[in-house]
């Protein structure tokens, strides 16, 4: 298990290194008690993405809501906001959708929401937006927590929107 930790770390270094999540450096000098807001959106979102990869490989599992037994894409997502943010969220897709900020598919940025159409009615399916066109979800039975690319033809049929959740 301590194996698999490590490598989900490095994996997240990785992908946020990769991803433009990184820290940045101001060029105006802050207080150090005060963040700046690129700041506080690059903790934030690094806050969410190294949840989410905690929980890559755990099982998809309808309605799920507990990593020891399985997670659907609103639970997953839901876990990650409320442990990485303490934002607590509701827990239908549908329901996610109609919180934060609606924002075109150009503005994503890392720990956005995107939605998709995949039970033939809309916002039926949400992951987390990581940046360069890559979300995490729990995609379906039989299959695990992962990062999928949004420019699969599956996916970009199936786009609803995206949510913002917290300012930065």
């Avoid at 998709?116 to 890559?134: C, E, K, Q």
Wanted: with cysteine; net charge neutral; charged share 20%.
């Amino acid at each position: 298990m301590l194996r698999k930790h490590t490598l989900t770390a490095l994996l997240s270094a990785a992908l946020i290194a990769c991803s433009g999540v990184g820290l940045s450096h101001a060029s105006e000098q802050q207080s150090l008690d005060e963040p700046s807001l690129l700041e506080r959106y690059t903790s934030s979102a690094q806050d969410l993405i190294l949840k989410g990869f905690e929980l890559i490989g755990i099982n998809y599992r309808f309605g799920g809501t507990n990593p020891d037994t399985g997670l659907d894409c609103s639970g997953f997502v839901q876990l990650v906001f409320k442990e990485a943010m303490g934002i607590l969220l509701p827990r239908s897709a549908r329901e996610q959708s109609e919180v934060g900020a609606v924002i075109d598919r150009h503005e994503l940025k890392a720990g956005d929401l995107v939605f998709f159409n995949t039970m033939r009615h809309a916002f039926s399916h949400v992951g987390i937006y990581l940046g360069d066109n890559r979300f995490m979800h729990a995609p379906r039975t039989g299959a695990e927590v992962r990062v999928e690319d949004m420019r699969q033809s599956y996916w970009i049929q199936r786009y609803n929107g995206a949510r913002r959740l917290f300012s930065r």
